[in-house]
């Protein structure tokens, strides 16, 4: 039977759980949790000590910025709707008097732009300028990825994957600047502000060009039959280094990747377009390039030295090689891995967040880009990442968060470090449950294969000896994700969090899993081997987290349940079907659940289709379901029949070679204008349920895509996922 949507959507967003449940802990609803604004888009001035970041408090987003010598943040524009428009590519002028942004989302493959609340008016995307001591936006042009010439005249913007500009001085309508092949992206002025340097994608190969503002003419540096990425000017404009992946290298998405053919660093003349190797990457571990969370891949530093990630080691780390030529040297050794990578404004310094002596955590670092040891801005239980150095150097600002405290925006000032300043205090508002939540633990647990698991858990207050309280157990996306423990830094998983610590608050024992395949454990852990569509072996850490909770003496193993988003759904589907041969007696099969989304949606489908009888309900938000259609979304040129053996494993992967099997109810929650997982995954799912007469709920959001677009959508879905689990699950006794 299919709960019929009005009746999912209804729901009440302040529910009330039994007194058993709630018992004490204080109450507060998942509005309240999820009610502080989520900052994001740090970025600091060109010159002076002035920085901007985004607020998206319930769905309205705003740029807000704080400048010395109080750093009293304030905002600058005044969108009060939760409106689903999305705010960033935040871009300061030259003169540190505007700040040139883009408002709406991306469009989809077939060109229509994201329109949540289904506006018959339309909605676009747009960038946009405002002055920074306030005023209104003015629109600038359609377009997104605005780079601001650093003579300050002049915007480029990307439409429609060709290169448009348009004066910043008057109002005159943007106009295309490049017509030519290709996709073009990454776009950087020369430092001059005479050349315009950009990525021309092809396909199965991209060059990195040069357009000359004077002569209207474009030159492609170095081109070849490879893959040309990051493009980066030197100081002087005369030379750009970027990267270059060889033809062929990208395998399948989804699947373990740990050697291929070396990438390497080339640089080229500008006058001539001839370029040289600097530098390749070993053969081996690190042969495949490994991204960092930056605004280009690799930088140019002082003393022409040429910063870049690698994971030779294993571990993903900062290097530096001459730009002559040579060896690379290891700026940040150790057993972590780098993230979030910002350079000084003179070159000499790089700032970055890693999980370096907190493997469950990120906090902030500098390392000179001539080498010496690593020096900690930042250290103890709370979380830091995004760091920034201010344009005057005597600041770096990022954003902290705690087991507890919501992110906010945050800056350190003077050399000697010392306490972080809040640049805006008084945005946490009020109603903000902070005294009612719960500090996360970190665990560690064997998958049913052996392989060691970490995660968090989330233990309710006022358990007393001999309590057995139902317990959930929760799967992220990507994969490429790490769970911390505290507020995450990105805004899904912000949520996530919030929902975390409301189940905790209503009773349940919520165990937050760092599934294989995930990021910060190294490359052998994100590489595992059978992951995903090469055979979902992270079913194992499924299983090894159920066998974990019914084991422990404060959980009731008749009430475990599963949730995910997109891989977590995924996992939950299949883990319902298949796993009923893996457990002992003693588990109660009608009151066990699960809940995903995104990836964490495929192990939420997963779980539901590989072990109904451990798993007796689950929540799936936007899973995966056919590995097959999924690779398809990334690489369309991928064909099953032409690639019969991966088509084969893949299937076999997935949760849809399972449903004869599923018998367990399921909560299916997506957005009809999904990017990332089709929306025919969960049509096909729902139609293959029912045909084995399984009871399907769903709650489907018109127009909304992959990352709800709207703070109301978010709090829906999660109030229809924690009624869900007390229904099925039932109270305890």
């Known amino acids: 039977m299919t709960t019929p949507l009005r009746l999912v959507a209804s729901i009440s967003l302040a529910l009330v759980f039994p007194a058993p449940l709630a018992a004490q802990q204080s109450p507060f609803t998942i509005e309240q949790v999820m009610g502080a604004p989520f900052p994001d888009e740090l970025t600091a001035a060109p010159t002076g000590g002035a920085v901007a970041w985004v607020f998206n408090t319930r769905g309205a987003r705003n740029i807000w910025v704080a400048a010395p010598p109080d750093y009293a943040g304030r905002v600058v524009t005044a969108y009060a709707e939760d409106d689903g428009q999305e705010v960033g590519d935040l871009r300061w002028t030259p003169d540190t008097r505007a700040i040139v942004f883009v408002r709406g989302g991306s469009p989809n493959e077939k060109g229509e732009y994201p329109n949540p609340h289904s506006l018959v008016a339309g909605v676009e995307q747009a960038v946009w300028v405002v002055p920074v001591a306030g005023g209104s936006p003015r629109r600038i042009g359609e377009g997104h990825a605005p780079a601001v010439s650093p003579k300050g005249d002049h915007v480029a913007l990307l439409r429609r994957g060709q290169v448009w500009w348009a004066s910043l001085a008057d109002t005159l309508p943007a106009e295309q600047l490049i017509h030519a092949r290709g996709t073009a992206r990454s776009l950087r002025w020369s430092p001059d502000g005479s050349k ?11 060059f990195v060009a040069v357009y000359d503002v004077a002569t209207k003419t474009l030159r492609f540096l170095d081109p070849s039959v490879d893959s040309d990425a990051d493009p980066v000017w030197s100081p002087d404009g005369r030379r750009i280094a970027f990267l270059r992946n060889p033809a062929g290298a990208e395998g399948l998405p989804f699947t373990p990747q740990r050697a291929g053919q070396p990438w390497s660093i080339r640089v080229a003349e500008v006058a001539s377009g001839a370029g040289r190797q600097v530098w390749i990457a070993d053969s081996g571990p690190g042969s495949v390039f490994r991204e960092v969370v930056a605004d280009n891949q690799i930088r140019w530093g002082a003393g ?8 030779k080691d294993g571990w993903t780390h900062l290097y530096a090689v001459p730009v002559d030529g040579g060896r690379a040297a290891l700026l940040t050794p150790g057993g972590f891995e780098v993230e979030h990578v910002r350079m000084s404004p003179d070159g000499a310094t790089m700032v970055f967040s890693s999980n370096q002596d907190d493997i469950e955590r990120r906090h902030i670092w500098k390392v000179s880009v001539s080498g010496g040891p690593p020096t900690a801005l930042t250290r103890g239980t709370d979380l830091e990442w995004t760091p920034v150095m201010t344009g005057d150097g005597r600041g770096v ?39 009612a939540l719960v500090d996360p633990q970190p665990v560690l647990f064997p998958a049913a294969d052996g392989m060691t698991i970490h995660g968090q858990l989330f233990v309710p207050r006022g358990i007393k000896t001999g309590d057995r309280r139902p317990a959930v157990i929760f799967f992220h996306g990507g ?21 975390n610590q409301y189940l905790a608050s209503r009773g349940y024992v919520v165990l937050s899993v760092n599934y294989r395949s995930g990021i910060a454990y190294g490359m052998e852990f994100r590489e595992a081997l059978h992951y995903g569509a090469q055979g979902a072996s992270e079913f194992n850490d499924v299983l090894g987290a159920g066998l974990y909770l019914r084991n422990r003496p404060d959980v009731d193993p008749k009430r475990i349940g599963l949730w995910g988003g997109s891989y977590g759904g995924f996992l939950t589907a299949l883990g319902l079907a298949r796993a009923s041969d893996l457990f002992a007696a003693g588990v109660d099969p009608k009151r066990i659940g699960l809940w995903g989304g995104s990836y964490g949606g495929f192990l939420t489908a997963l779980g539901l289709a590989r072990a109904s009888d451990l798993f007796a309900a689950g929540v799936d938000l936007h899973g995966v379901h056919d590995w097959n259609i999924e690779i398809q979304n990334w690489v369309p040129a991928y064909d099953p029949a032409k ?10 992967s997935s949760p849809l070679a399972y449903v004869k099997d599923w018998r367990s109810p399921v909560l299916l929650v997506h957005g009809d204008d999904d990017r990332n997982v089709q929306f025919s995954q969960t049509v096909q799912l729902t139609a293959a349920l029912r045909t084995q007469r399984v009871d399907v709920e769903q709650l489907i959001f018109p127009d909304d895509i992959h990352d709800f677009l709207t703070h109301a959508h978010w709090v829906a879905a999660y109030e229809a996922a924690a009624a869900f689990f007390q229904r099925r699950l039932g109270r305890t006794p």
Do not use: C
Request: aromatic share 14%.
């Open 643 to 652: 690639q019969a053996e991966a088509a084969k494993l893949a299937s076999e």
């Open 479 to 499: 994969s490429r994700r790490q769970m911390l423990l505290g507020w995450h830094y990105f805004y899904y998983y912000r949520n996530a969090y919030a929902l």
């Open 397 to 435: 600002a990022f954003i902290r968060a705690g087991p507890r405290m919501p992110p906010r925006p945050v800056i350190l000032l003077g050399p000697g470090g010392g306490t972080p300043r809040d640049l805006a205090p008084g945005a946490i508002p009020s109603d903000f449950p902070e005294a």
């Open 304 to 311: 022409n030295r040429i910063v870049f990630p690698w994971e």
């Open 196 to 206: 315009l340097a950009f990525v021309s994608d092809r396909g199965d190969h991209a």
